[in-house]
Each structure stands twice: as C-alpha cells, then as structure tokens.
C-alpha cells in the first residue's frame, strides 16, 4: 500500500541535507565521466580516420560515423560536466535552482542516451533481419 501521508509535507532538512551529501559525492564521477567523454570524442575520429586510411573501400561513411560519434560524446560530455559544476554549488550552498539545474541537465543527459540506444538496437534489429532474408548471412557461413 502507497504511503501518501507525507505526499503534500515540505521536504525535511535532514532530507536536504542528505540529498546535498549524495550530490557531493557524486559529482566526481560525473566529472569523471565527462573528461572520458572529451577524450574519447577525437580518438573516435582518428579510429575512424585510419579505418579509413587503411581500408580505403570504406570510404568515408566510417569518418562520417566517428565525426557524428565524436559530436554526441563531445554533447554528452558538456551536460554531465555542467551538472557536476551545478551538484557541487548545490552541495556547497544549498540553492534550489542549481540543484534545478542539476537535475535538468542529468534527465537531458539521460534521455539523449536512452534514445541513442533504441536507435541502436533498433538498427541491429534491422539490420539482422535484413541479413537473414537476404541469404548474405549463409554465404557467410
């Protein structure tokens, strides 16, 4: 059974509090995160690029892929960074908006990765399926 006697009461101190202590620690994974998004962003590009170089019947579709890569990483990364930045002014003074700010740049984070993943797997999908019906999977066979 749902407890909903505290549904309309103020949030506590102790519950603020608590929330202002799992931000702070937190934040640092976040950051994290973040600086592994900016690195990877251009080793994804030079991947794609000596793929690229190496095998030049791939032609520049794989550079296309790892640029577009880059850029969503790179996206990715900005948000998580900002709301690092916004979970440490949270933890450190306590302001609602930037613990606002936290969140909001957490769900746009979120979402851009969990669309990113449907698409995904949308496309292995598909693409499996388009491998199966078309007998290239038996000729590789």
């Known amino acids: 059974m749902e407890d909903t006697a505290n549904s309309d009461s ?5 519950t603020l ?5 799992e ?9 994290f995160l973040a600086v592994l ?8 590009v030079l991947s794609s690029f000596l793929r690229m170089v190496l095998s030049p019947a791939a032609g520049g579709a794989g550079l296309i892929g ?31 908006g930037d613990l606002i700010a936290y969140h909001g740049k957490l769900a746009i984070y979120f979402t851009i990765s ?12 598909i693409g499996s399926i388009l491998l199966v019906t078309t007998g290239v999977l038996q000729s590789l066979l």
């Not at 509090?17 to 202590?21: G, L, P």
């Not at 931000?23 to 950051?31: A, H, M, P, V």
Request: net charge positive; no cysteine; hydrophobic share 55%.
């Open 10 to 14: 103020p949030i506590s101190i102790q």
């Open 17 to 21: 509090d608590r929330i202002r202590a």
């Open 23 to 31: 931000i702070s620690r937190t934040k640092g994974w976040l950051k």
């Open 37 to 44: 998004s900016f690195v990877m962003a251009p080793v994804s």
């Open 66 to 96: 790892g640029v577009i890569s880059a850029g969503v990483s790179i996206l990715l990364a900005v948000f998580l960074l900002v709301a690092a930045n916004k979970g440490k002014a949270y933890a450190g003074k306590g302001q609602a």
């Open 114 to 125: 969990g669309v990113l993943i449907i698409v995904v797997l949308a496309g292995l999908v």
